[in-house]
């Protein structure tokens, strides 16, 4: 099978994403599986579009950096350190500024205007994976048992079920 330029194109990052959910964010992914020509290129992208107050929740990219600029709207943007210190750093985007969230880190984008939010991120790594904490968390499968969760919450077991139920 020849390479075609099929293969390093993508359409769709003009499209605004659908973010009629819970969390009022869509996230639309331009990594190997969409666009075959970054396959081994170390590079991927992603658009996410956020409703008035929408949250792209806490997450991690266990196999990149992301670097997001802010295309319009304003976003609270923020990671956590590593143990021990588990330093939260935090700020506030307006349209055109850039923030850097390090590889592995936990982070999250969350809308802070009254209107749509949109922003455009790279990432240093052709399939840098997501992993959303909350889901991980509490929406495992088969589910983390709840003793589990609750010693390391320090929370009661039905306050680990009602989250659970939730995934």
Known sequence: MKVQAEDFFFSGLH?????????????TTVFAAQLPGLNTLGISMVRIDYAPWGLNPPHTHPRATEILTVLEGTLQVGFVTSN????FITKVLKKGDVFVFPVGLVHFQHNVG???AVAIAALSSQNPD??????????????????ILAKAFQVDKSVVEQLQSKF
Request: proline residues 13%.
């Open 15 to 27: 499209l605004m994403g659908n973010t009629s959910n819970p969390v009022g964010s869509r996230v």
């Open 84 to 87: 021990p210190d588990n330093r």
């Open 114 to 116: 009254n209107g749509y």
């Open 130 to 147: 997501a992993i959303t904490i909350a889901n991980a968390v509490f929406g495992a499968n088969p589910p983390i048992p709840g003793d």
